[in-house]
């Protein structure tokens, strides 16, 4: 029974690594593109939120809360301290948005509304940890401006993650949870 919980336990390292490797080299493509006309240059198209959604529909939500901290650690050695703050609270709150989304839409939500909700959460929860450390009046004039900015990023990394799904389940077919482990490690030495 050990040995197959092993094997089970291995691979979602693998899995949880690919994906943490897959969150760098978006932030890197997405550093590398031009700013969006008519946005704000720090605005971002948010793709590395695609695997975070990603993680929360199909590894766990613990995984993607790690997979946050994570991010964050490594927003933190290549952006600041701030950035790192900021991509922490941002991300939390948008997976604990999507969480909450799943559980009262009982899964029967689009991708597409879980990540227009996920990107508005992401800057809400940027604009708290803002709210603690710098003056709020110029931030609430900017906030409705960034909401509608992240509801059209959200749609679009709602549409990219659409987009590669397919893919990713080709790959990873099985839904990650602790549950599905157990289960799989239970088949799998006829208990």
Do not use: W
Not at 64 to 76: C, E, Q, R, Y
Request: hydrophobic share 55%; glycine share 8%.
């Amino acid at each position: 029974m050990k040995g197959g919980f092993a094997i089970s336990k291995a691979r979602m390292i693998t899995l949880l690594g690919f994906m943490l490797s897959m969150i760098v080299v978006l932030s890197v493509l997405e550093s590398a593109l031009p700013p969006i006309p008519f946005l704000p240059p720090h605005f971002k198209l948010g793709l590395a939120n695609i695997v975070t959604m990603y993680c929360v529909l199909r590894v766990g939500k613990a995984r993607a809360i790690a997979l946050n901290v994570l991010k964050s650690i490594f927003v933190f050695l290549t952006r600041g301290a701030m950035a790192g703050l900021l991509s922490f609270c941002g991300g939390l709150l948008s997976i604990l948005t999507l969480v909450l989304l799943l559980y009262i839409g009982k899964n029967n939500i689009s991708y597409l509304a879980l990540s227009v909700a996920g990107a508005t959460a992401h800057n809400i929860g940027q604009f708290i940890a803002l709210a603690f450390i710098l003056d709020m009046g110029f931030f609430i004039y900017y906030l409705p401006f960034s909401l509608i900015a992240g509801s059209l990023m959200g749609a679009v990394t709602g549409t990219l993650l659409r987009t590669v799904l397919p893919a990713l389940e080709k790959h990873f077919p099985e839904k990650h949870d602790e549950k599905h482990l157990e289960k799989h490690v239970d088949k799998r030495n006829g208990l």
